[in-house]
């Protein structure tokens, strides 16, 4: 016979204090009312400013940071808007803490009202941007060499090539297999370097209101049809997303080399690819040396399941020469650095094992019923 199930009574849960969820946190978390005064301050942000909350509670938050920062307008603009706001690339410095560079992420609270919470991002997205900076700037280092290699390769590779030509002509059967490779092994040099050419166009990039979701369908129908023919294509687009700042055929070279490398990287059984699209709203990059912000709204995603980066290239992976390919050269991702950087964009990537996801984060185009390329 079987036993009644015997029915327990489960204990209410225990109200959680939000200043324990809070002081938690690894990141600096400050709350600020209308009057500029500062409310809360979570253990971080006392350990960041290297002041106690006794003491900051209640001063105006201009005594924590100067009065010019750009952080007391992305407040304001939080409280105005009535919703979340970010801003990466913002330079925090006073005597007392140093120079940071960060992102600050400004958001509304809901009870009580005209309050909002400020987060310092220092070591997450920031970081991560501030990389990517340094990788950019390593793409735009291999100029002098490309041009130099342009003279003092491609001239002498020709000739090499010739000559092996010529004696072709006058070897035995079994000769011409050197030759052979002394021709292919000159061409393949020289289309190294003309990969590397690219990266001396300084010519200014002409750009257009683009549907990047036409984009990304071309670039799809390419894989699919090719290097990616036995992948799995998920599609997560926001139908209502406006056109893209940008240049056609080099964000379609962008999205191409990253979906190639995601196919790659995925298993033989069971691989996918999620491309996706989405708004972020109250996102901008800080343009170093200058006050002006680039509103960088639209987001592009790939994503595979495939085993990860490896930790020891993740630092680096911008960089020019770095690969985890056999006989890859290291130039594909430091040149989609350079074109999104051209294009005033940030890309930025996570990846742990069965998950890496490249995002892309790009500019609108300032009118949005302008004439929309690839629509």
Same mark, same amino acid.
């Given at each position: 016979?079987?036993?009644?199930?015997?029915?327990?009574?489960?204990?209410?849960?225990?109200?959680?204090?939000?200043?324990?969820?809070?002081?938690?946190?690894?990141?600096?978390?400050?709350?600020?009312?209308?009057?500029?005064?500062?409310?809360?301050?979570?253990?971080?942000?006392?350990?960041?400013?290297?002041?106690?909350?006794?003491?900051?509670?209640?001063?105006?938050?201009?005594? %924590?940071?100067?009065?010019?920062?750009?952080?007391?307008?992305?407040?304001?603009?939080?409280?105005?808007?009535?919703?979340?706001?970010?801003?990466?690339?913002?330079?925090?410095?006073?005597?007392?803490?140093?120079?940071?560079?960060?992102?600050?992420?400004?958001?509304?609270?809901?009870?009580?009202?005209? %309050? *909002?919470?400020?987060?310092?991002?220092?070591?997450?997205?920031?970081?991560?941007?501030?990389?990517?900076?340094?990788?950019?700037?390593?793409?735009?280092?291999?100029?002098?060499?490309?041009?130099?290699?342009?003279?003092?390769?491609?001239? $002498?590779?020709?000739?090499?090539?010739?000559?092996?030509?010529?004696?072709?002509?006058?070897?035995?059967?079994?000769?011409?297999?050197?030759?052979?490779?002394?021709?292919?092994?000159?061409?393949?040099?020289?289309? %190294?370097?003309?990969?590397?050419? *690219?990266?001396?166009?300084?010519?200014?990039?002409?750009?257009?209101?683009?549907?990047?979701?036409?984009?990304?369908?071309?670039?799809?129908?390419?894989?699919?049809?090719?290097?990616?023919?036995?992948?799995?294509?998920?599609?997560?687009?926001?139908?209502?997303?406006?056109?893209?700042?940008?240049?056609?055929?080099?964000?379609?070279?962008?999205?191409?080399?990253?979906?190639?490398?995601?196919?790659?990287?995925?298993?033989?059984?069971?691989?996918?690819?999620?491309?996706?699209?989405?708004?972020?709203?109250?996102?901008?990059?800080?343009?170093?040396?200058?006050?002006?912000?680039?509103?960088?709204?639209?987001?592009?995603?790939?994503?595979?399941?495939?085993?990860?980066?490896?930790?020891?290239?993740?630092?680096?992976?911008?960089? $020019?020469?770095?690969?985890?390919?056999?006989?890859?050269?290291?130039?594909?991702?430091?040149?989609?650095?350079?074109?999104?950087?051209?294009?005033?964009?940030?890309?930025?990537?996570?990846?742990?094992?069965?998950?890496? *996801?490249?995002?892309?984060?790009?500019?609108?185009?300032?009118?949005?019923?302008?004439?929309?390329?690839?629509?």
């Amino acid at each position: 016979m079987t036993k009644p199930a015997t029915l327990t009574r489960r204990r209410p849960q225990e109200e959680i204090d939000p200043a324990v969820v809070l002081n938690a946190l690894p990141d600096p978390v400050l709350v600020v009312d209308r009057a500029g005064a500062v409310q809360f301050v979570n253990l971080e942000a006392e350990e960041f400013f290297d002041v106690s909350s006794a003491r900051v509670v209640g001063t105006p938050l201009t005594d %924590l940071i100067p009065a010019d920062s750009p952080i007391l307008g992305l407040i304001e603009q939080a409280r105005e808007t009535h919703g979340s706001v970010s801003e990466y690339g913002v330079t925090l410095e006073t005597p007392r803490i140093g120079a940071h560079f960060m992102t600050v992420q400004a958001a509304p609270a809901s009870d009580p009202p005209d %309050l *909002v919470v400020l987060t310092l991002h220092q070591r997450s997205i920031a970081r991560k941007i501030d990389n990517q900076l340094s990788h950019r700037g390593a793409a735009r280092s291999v100029i002098a060499m490309a041009a130099m290699l342009a003279h003092e390769v491609k001239n $002498p590779l020709s000739g090499i090539r010739g000559a092996a030509q010529l004696l072709e002509e006058s070897v035995v059967e079994e000769d011409r297999l050197l030759t052979r490779l002394i021709c292919d092994e000159a061409d393949r040099i020289v289309a %190294l370097v003309d990969r590397m050419e *690219v990266f001396a166009d300084r010519r200014p990039l002409q750009k257009a209101a683009i549907n990047i979701h036409s984009v990304l369908e071309h670039v799809r129908r390419i894989a699919q049809n090719g290097f990616a023919r036995h992948i799995r294509f998920v599609e997560r687009y926001d139908p209502s997303l406006p056109p893209v700042l940008g240049n056609r055929d080099q964000l379609i070279q962008v999205l191409l080399n990253l979906v190639k490398n995601a196919a790659e990287a995925c298993p033989e059984q069971g691989g996918e690819i999620v491309l996706s699209t989405a708004y972020q709203h109250g996102v901008r990059l800080a343009v170093a040396g200058s006050d002006s912000r680039v509103h960088l709204p639209l987001l592009v995603s790939v994503q595979d399941n495939g085993d990860g980066i490896p930790e020891d290239i993740q630092a680096n992976l911008f960089d $020019p020469f770095v690969t985890t390919k056999l006989n890859g050269t290291g130039l594909g991702l430091a040149l989609v650095a350079k074109i999104v950087g051209d294009h005033g964009g940030v890309i930025e990537f996570e990846s742990v094992p069965r998950r890496t *996801v490249f995002k892309v984060s790009l500019p609108m185009a300032a009118d949005a019923g302008a004439l929309v390329e690839g629509a």
